[in-house]
């Protein structure tokens, strides 16, 4: 099960983007709300998640997502319960795929250092020891990272890589939807 983390002021296609996507692909996804259950993006979007953080099945863990924005970033990063599933995810080697500014999270937490990773212009300097690359987004072991909203589909289709196994799985449904691959 892929976990997609929602706090209030997320991004919203940072988040649905990639949900979208692999609903799409047939990849279990559940959004997961940090606070009440109707989740407020960014942009004033509502957003009825499916379940609250308190009811993770740790053991079905295959991943989580942490979509940017603000102040959405900064709720995820003050959450003890978010804070617990990153730990968890980076002690078993499971998925953790961040977007915007929420690399910013994994690299004050030193997840990232000596890792190559993306993020929103201006937040460079939080990814602590992280090789900062150029393209809109990276995989580096357990890790994905993307630059922001611009980056929402390739994003989704690096998680949908990661989770099937097979390179360029994502691409297609890239391809299904139209999008630019």
Excluded at 52 to 74: E, F, N, Q
């Amino acid at each position: 099960m892929i976990y997609v983390l929602l706090a209030d002021g997320f991004e919203e296609l940072e988040a649905l983007t990639p949900v979208d996507m692999l609903k799409r692909y047939g990849i279990d996804v559940k959004t997961v709300a940090i606070g009440n259950i109707d989740v407020c993006g960014a942009h004033s979007i509502i957003v009825k998640a499916d379940m609250s953080i308190k009811d993770i099945d740790m053991a079905a863990i295959d991943g989580i997502v942490l979509p940017g924005g603000m102040p959405g970033t900064l709720n995820l990063q003050k959450d003890k319960n978010v804070n617990k599933l990153i730990d968890y995810c980076e002690e078993n080697k499971k998925m953790i795929a961040a977007i915007c500014a929420a690399p910013m999270i994994l690299g004050e937490k030193g997840l990232l250092s000596g890792k190559n990773a993306v993020c929103f212009p201006g937040f460079e300097e939080n990814l602590k020891g992280a090789d900062i690359g150029n393209g809109s987004t990276t995989v580096c072991g357990n890790y994905i990272t993307a630059k922001g909203a611009g980056a929402a589909y390739e994003f989704g289709a690096e998680i949908i890589d990661y989770i099937s196994g097979i390179n360029g799985e994502g691409k297609k449904i890239m391809a299904q939807m139209q999008c630019k691959v």
